[in-house]
């Protein structure tokens, strides 16, 4: 316990006295040099044009038994019929 207390104490003798080291703030964390110019990609925009994909076999039969499926199971959520 006494330790703990002594190496406490140096420690914040030592931090009291620390400069740090260029492009870090005192807490010892990298200050940003640019910080408008952000890193990694942005996502790219999608053409509002460009062609949608195809439906697949399911969703191509699930639509044209939409309607059956209602009427044989009327209480029934548009969620549990699909």
Not at 12 to 41: C, F, K, R, W
Not at 43 to 62: E, G, T
Not at 75 to 80: D, N, S
């Amino acid at each position: 316990q006494q330790r703990a207390e002594a190496d406490k104490q140096r420690f914040l003798q030592e931090m009291s006295n620390y400069v740090p080291s260029q492009g870090y703030d005192q807490n010892g964390n990298a200050i940003a040099q640019y910080p408008h110019v952000t890193t990694g990609s942005r996502k790219k925009q999608r053409d509002p044009m460009a062609p949608k994909r195809n439906l697949s076999a399911y969703l191509l039969y699930q639509n044209a038994m939409r309607d059956q499926f209602k009427s044989d199971n009327p209480g029934m959520t548009f969620g549990q019929l699909s």
